[in-house]
């Protein structure tokens, strides 16, 4: 880009957003065996280089602070300093994707889990030592192949954050692009523990003992998935009655649940779809995907409730929130997509 304008770098980088947002949306959601980033990142390459990211940050800096044109120049250097990384890690994220959608867990008994799948059938599992087999397959394979891919794109991304320059390490520079301050989330989060260990310590024991046949004391991660799936209501919430009751609900609010056709429910089984329900609105208002992969019960009805909330602001949130550059939840990585999940 020769010339730079606020409303152009918003026009282009929605342009931007839409195409990507969709590929993760497709990838994501088990249409694509892998995400084809980078040639999108190469199509907007004038959008994403160095000069736009100079403009966004000294237009950020002569913002007054505290003003309405601060707060959207933020949101514009955070989306700049992000495709910085992004556009520099796509293949990894590419990688990465692909690697989600075909990996394969072996169980100790000789079964063979896609590795998405591995989540449902640990929380659909009656049975402890089964669940705890599955939850060492999932380990061993995230050990060996998951963990060092992320661990090096995290070292990737610091390091070219903190190349950036626009705070004195990578703790701040999130703090700046998201006006969030770690610190003060740590305090608010040690207080909320420390404020509910007595109800935590009250209620858990009840419900392993009633519901798992287990001590509190025993129960690990695979086994507090088979918690949370709650299967003994399941008579309460079945999958059949499920789009249609909160359609109804929706409705009675007075809001149209599928926005006259704009939002689409992904709700259908499919290998290599994530596991966590996410909202992806792709463009707002006019595509905006609910995608669930079946779980069974209240998983899927929490899920589907909480993703409708999605919809309605998508719905009405009107164009001044149309990409996360101008505020919405727009996904735009890896990281951000995880961000927009509901379970």
């Not at 195409?19 to 065996?33: C, N, P, T, V």
Request: charged share 30%; aromatic share 6%.
């Amino acid at each position: 880009m020769t010339e730079f304008s606020m409303e152009a770098l918003r026009e282009q980088g929605e342009a931007f957003m839409i195409d990507i947002s969709r590929e993760f949306y497709l990838a994501y959601s088990g249409q694509k065996g892998s995400a084809e980033l980078q040639p999108i990142y190469a199509k907007y390459a004038r959008v994403l280089d160095a000069d736009s990211l100079a403009f966004a940050l000294e237009t950020f800096k002569r913002a007054p602070e505290g003003s309405e044109e601060r707060r959207s120049a933020r949101l514009i250097l955070d989306w700049q300093a992000e495709s910085q990384s992004g556009r520099q890690l796509a293949e990894l994220d590419e990688r990465e994707i692909a690697w989600e959608a075909s990996a394969v867990a072996r169980v100790a008994d000789g079964r063979e889990i896609q590795y998405e799948a591995l989540s449902i059938e640990i929380a659909n599992s009656t049975k402890a030592s089964e669940r705890h087999d599955i939850e060492d397959a999932r380990a061993t394979l995230v050990g060996n192949e998951l963990a060092p891919m992320k661990r090096e794109r995290f070292q990737r991304e610091r390091e070219i954050t903190e190349k950036l320059e626009l705070a004195p390490n990578y703790n701040a520079s999130f703090e700046l692009l998201s006006g969030l301050s770690l610190d003060a989330l740590r305090a608010e989060c040690a207080q909320f523990l420390r404020d509910t260990q007595a109800m935590w310590d009250d209620t858990l024991p009840e419900f392993t003992k009633r519901v798992l046949g287990m001590s509190a004391s025993e129960v690990t991660r695979a086994d507090a998935l088979a918690l949370l799936r709650a299967r003994e209501f399941d008579g309460y919430f079945p999958s059949e009655r499920m789009e249609g009751v909160i359609r109804k609900q929706v409705g009675e609010m007075g809001i149209d649940a599928l926005a006259g056709g704009r939002i689409t429910l992904d709700t259908g089984d499919r290998p290599g779809k994530r596991s966590r329900a996410f909202c992806s609105p792709v463009q707002i208002p006019s595509e905006v995907y609910l995608v669930l992969r079946p779980h069974g019960g209240q998983t899927d009805w929490n899920s589907s409730c909480t993703s409708s909330g999605m919809r309605c602001t998508s719905r009405t949130c009107g164009p001044t929130c149309r990409s996360s550059i101008a505020g919405s939840a727009t996904i735009r990585s890896p990281r951000a997509t995880r961000c927009c999940s509901t379970t």
